[in-house]
């Protein structure tokens, strides 16, 4: 008699894009809600409104989404998506979302190379899974690729052009940069899922 016993075992792939998560309605009106909110400089060295100014490193604006009444819709549906797609592709211990990062790329900006996985200093929790929603249209902007580099090797990237309304995701410690935008805008919502420390 077999003593084994089926576990499901996640495909454990360092990044999954979720297709068509929010809809182009649903992509505009995020954007309407970041455009009536203050931009800031975005910085690096820490999450939240700590870190520095280093446009060598970092060059983008960004607005953070407070969960309320009329952005309750935006924090649910991430949630709904989220939980899924961690149950079928990741099978992390998540606890909560860190801050939802509406995010600015214009003419010149970029996000050089970098990981996410900071202790949040809002919760003393870990970010383990990143997402970026797209809100741009392909041909809204040039340049602007997002580059993941799963190998270690900055060099042996395949740049993606992320369609409107889709969610990529990936373990938070890959190192990922946006290359510099020629033309256009480019416009996206960032959340980390934080969890305890790993063990
Ligand atoms: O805008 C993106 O697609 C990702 C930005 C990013 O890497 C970050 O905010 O940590």
Same mark, same amino acid.
């Given at each position: $008699?077999?003593?084994?016993?089926?576990?499901?075992?996640?495909? $454990? @792939?360092?990044?999954?894009?979720?297709?068509?998560?929010?809809?182009?309605?649903?992509?505009?009106? /995020? !954007?309407?809600?970041?455009?009536?909110?203050?931009?800031?400089?975005?910085?690096? &060295?820490?999450?939240?409104?700590?870190?520095? *100014?280093?446009?060598?490193?970092?060059?983008?604006?960004?607005?953070? /989404?407070?969960?309320?009444?009329?952005?309750?819709? /935006? #924090?649910?549906?991430? +949630? @709904? /998506?989220?939980?899924? $797609? +961690? #149950?079928?592709?990741?099978?992390?211990? *998540?606890?909560?979302?860190?801050? #939802?990062? =509406?995010?600015? =790329? @214009?003419?010149?900006?970029?996000?050089?190379?970098? +990981?996410?996985?900071?202790?949040?200093?809002?919760?003393? *929790? #870990?970010?383990?899974?990143?997402? %970026?929603?797209?809100?741009?249209?392909?041909?809204?902007?040039?340049?602007?690729?997002?580059?993941? %580099?799963?190998?270690?090797?900055?060099?042996?990237? @395949?740049?993606?052009?992320?369609? !409107?309304?889709?969610?990529?995701?990936? =373990?938070?410690?890959?190192?990922?940069?946006?290359?510099?935008?020629?033309? &256009?805008?480019?416009?996206?919502?960032?959340?980390?899922?934080? &969890?305890? !420390?790993?063990?």
């Amino acid at each position: $008699m077999s003593r084994r016993i089926d576990l499901y075992v996640p495909p $454990m @792939e360092p990044c999954v894009i979720w297709s068509g998560g929010f809809t182009d309605e649903e992509c505009d009106s /995020i !954007k309407d809600t970041g455009e009536l909110c203050e931009f800031l400089d975005a910085k690096v &060295g820490s999450s939240g409104e700590d870190g520095t *100014l280093d446009e060598t490193a970092r060059k983008t604006k960004i607005v953070w /989404i407070q969960p309320k009444e009329e952005t309750a819709w /935006i #924090f649910e549906r991430m +949630n @709904e /998506i989220v939980a899924k $797609m +961690n #149950f079928d592709k990741f099978q992390m211990d *998540l606890t909560q979302f860190d801050g #939802f990062q =509406y995010s600015k =790329y @214009e003419v010149g900006d970029h996000y050089d190379w970098h +990981n996410d996985t900071v202790l949040s200093p809002r919760s003393g *929790l #870990f970010r383990k899974l990143s997402f %970026s929603l797209m809100l741009s249209d392909v041909d809204d902007y040039e340049g602007g690729e997002f580059l993941l %580099s799963i190998s270690g090797s900055e060099t042996k990237t @395949e740049p993606m052009k992320v369609k !409107k309304g889709d969610l990529v995701a990936f =373990y938070s410690h890959i190192p990922h940069k946006v290359s510099p935008v020629t033309s &256009g805008q480019r416009l996206t919502l960032v959340t980390w899922a934080l &969890g305890s !420390k790993f063990k």
